[in-house]
């Protein structure tokens, strides 16, 4: 198969052929893993797309048999005719389901194998199932998953590579072994951005999971996470009549930047002088240096000629690259304390262009000071919850009055940066281990088990717990105690709804259990202004901020889409299928937690009507599912479709999962 695939490069797609003659020209020693990965790239992005073909009801219900026996097989009657098959190994909450083997189109003559997602969706476009598509439409999602496709491939072979090294070099059984290892060994060693390092296939659901339309090859490979990316932080000087700066205190991102690296400002002011301006009306803009490169100098070109812009590359910022790609976090000694950097980044990652909108600068020091207060009145949640600040942010302030709405919004967007607080700063003790959560569904580098796994066994060794099964039920009831609380007395009390979906979420972990849960970016909340109000909050957040919502359902599923569905049940998956237990098992003790924190709520009179009206929206049968292909099919990423699926805590036992 791989000689036919090394001398047949018709049977490959145009990105992955992209890809591999990259690989073959500049990292020949990875041209035989990216092949050997080659199937389970198609197969991971397949996977997705063909379950949300399915959960978005884009095919007909009616056209759809789940056909019981010896094994599930799954079979999808075309217009044509023709009918496609599927294996299924095992169905799951939510409507999903995990496809064994190919999909075959099957006619009375044949079966054929799929063996690519865009072979998928062709067949859909010619049987007329994508009609509601515009074609341009049908043809840049074709596009995203083309590349998307052949970047997890790519991501599996960066991965793979990851493993063969950190196993020749550790003792280790698990990562956590390793990682606590490294700890006492290495102080510039940062757990966190060890564990981000390690999620490698992206988003479990959207079929462009992978997508990273701006990137070629080099640049994938260069500045990706999962291949361990260091990025060097550039700058941009801008003038300050031509900036927006925010922050929660006195303190702005320059500020922050020259407290917190020594040298900094002395060379940065030298570099002003010597461009014969005053380093005293400038502030520092954080850059990616993939903005810096490639956009900066055409987007700010006339602005540059004019001194208003200074690109600075002579001094740079050392960093690791985070889940998210355009996050960074600034390599440094434990206990520095620096600010992680979120910049800008004029690329498409799964259904949106990463650069940072001018709401998000502005809101994110509101919403800090804001939930650093509704934390000081809940006690901290016990010290188990925490909100991260946005410290500060900047963004770039054109003046001209002939720019367009949406030319003025392009110029702030790609030159703006905000310092977050580092999630490291709130390790209290030696042997907690941060991660983000959606580290817990990879793959651990160093025993190739899930790392939730990993986390399950240490748990069990510390309780004493001798059943596997067991300890997963306690892994989860002590998850769901420590995260929920915070997350739905936020939502109810306060009208605040965090996304906390697992890439926004931070876990630490101490001997196997969650000891505290830390939420970090306000990008998708959503806030009701009706509530916080109620609690006397007035804030004046961006004009037109998409977080501000009349919308009480808008509230309501941000917490079941983004935690409950995104969170919990792509982590209850995983134990699912890696120790073949019952669902309804894990998803009661969620259940019990939830209603347990509703019964707190609704004892407080002032809310108690608004506490029982949200857990009714959160138990009710059908709950709301974001319909991520059908709005990529529609070409927006804004505007959320929904379907309806079953509500796994309904009855508190999982729901009907067949």
Request: glycine share 6%; proline share 5%.
């Amino acid at each position: 198969m791989i000689q036919t695939i090394k001398n047949n490069f018709d049977v490959l797609d145009e990105e992955e052929l992209k890809t591999l003659e990259y690989i073959r020209k500049e990292k020949q020693n990875l041209e035989s893993i990216y092949i050997s990965k080659l199937q389970a790239g198609r197969q991971g992005i397949f996977q997705r797309l063909f379950q949300a073909l399915i959960r978005e009801k884009i095919i007909n219900e009616g056209s759809i048999s789940w056909l019981e026996g010896d094994r599930t097989t799954l079979s999808v009657q075309l217009p044509s005719g023709k009918y496609l098959q599927a294996g299924v190994k095992r169905r799951h909450s939510l409507n999903r389901f995990d496809i064994e083997g190919n999909l075959m189109l099957c006619t009375e003559q044949s079966n054929e194998p799929l063996t690519h997602p865009v072979q998928l969706l062709q067949l859909f476009k010619e049987e007329g199932l994508l009609a509601e598509a515009k074609e341009e439409q049908v043809h840049r999602f074709k596009q995203e998953i083309q590349n998307g496709t052949a970047n997890l491939t790519l991501a599996l072979t960066g991965a793979a590579k990851r493993k063969a090294e950190l196993t020749a070099a550790s003792n280790s059984h698990t990562s956590l072994e390793w990682v606590i290892q490294q700890c006492k060994l290495d102080k510039n060693f940062s757990p966190l951005a060890f564990y981000e390092q390690c999620v490698v296939e992206g988003h479990p659901l959207h079929p462009g999971a992978k997508t990273k339309f701006g990137l070629n090859v080099e640049e994938v490979i260069q500045y990706s996470p999962e291949w361990g990316a260091t990025p060097q932080v550039a700058f941009a000087a801008v003038r300050n009549d031509f900036c927006h700066t925010t922050s929660i205190d006195t303190c702005s991102v320059t500020g922050l930047l020259y407290q917190e690296y020594e040298g900094l400002q002395t060379v940065v002011e030298k570099i002003l002088q010597n461009n014969g301006v005053n380093p005293e009306q400038y502030e520092l803009i954080p850059v990616h240096p993939w903005q810096f490169d490639q956009t900066i100098g055409q987007l700010y070109k006339e602005e540059i000629n004019e001194k208003i812009m200074i690109p600075i590359s002579e001094a740079r910022i050392p960093t690791q690259a985070l889940v998210s790609f355009r996050s960074l976090a600034p390599v440094q000694n434990r206990g520095e304390k620096k600010h992680h950097i979120k910049t800008a980044i004029n690329v498409q990652t799964t259904s949106a262009v990463r650069t940072v909108s001018p709401n998000s600068v502005v809101n994110g020091p509101i919403l800090s000071l804001i939930l650093a207060e509704v934390q000081e009145r809940e006690n901290h949640f016990g010290g188990s919850f925490i909100v991260l600040e946005e410290h500060a942010g900047i963004f770039f302030q054109p003046k001209g009055e002939d720019l367009t709405d949406n030319e003025r919004w392009t110029c702030q967007a790609n030159l703006a940066s905000i310092l977050r607080e580092n999630p490291e700063n709130h390790i209290k003790h030696e042997g907690e281990i941060p991660m983000a959560s959606a580290a817990l569904i990879a793959d651990s580098p160093i025993s190739g088990n899930p790392i939730v796994l990993e986390l399950i066994e240490d748990l069990a060794r510390h309780q004493n717990v001798s059943c596997l099964t067991e300890a997963a039920i306690l892994f989860i009831q002590k998850y769901a105690q420590t995260s929920l609380p915070g997350l739905l007395t936020l939502m109810v009390r306060y009208g605040i709804s965090l996304e906390g979906h697992m890439q926004n979420s931070v876990a630490i972990f101490y001997k196997g259990e969650l000891v505290r849960l830390l939420i970090r970016d306000f990008g998708g909340i959503r806030v009701l202004p009706e509530r916080l109000a109620k609690q006397g909050f007035q804030p004046n957040f961006y004009p037109g901020s998409a977080i501000v919502t009349e919308d009480i359902d808008q509230l309501r599923n941000i917490i079941s889409y983004s935690v409950l569905q995104n969170h919990f049940a792509e982590l209850i998956t995983c134990i699912v299928r890696v120790l073949e237990i019952k669902e309804e098992l894990l998803w009661k003790p969620i259940a019990g937690i939830c209603k347990a924190v509703f019964e707190e709520l609704k004892k407080d009179p002032f809310i108690a009507a608004q506490a029982d009206a949200d857990e009714q929206a959160v138990f009710q049968p059908m709950i709301d599912l974001k319909a991520l292909t059908t709005m990529r099919l529609r070409g927006d990423s804004t505007c959320y479709p929904y379907i309806k699926v079953p509500n796994p805590l309904e009855t508190g036992k999982g729901g009907d999962l067949k």
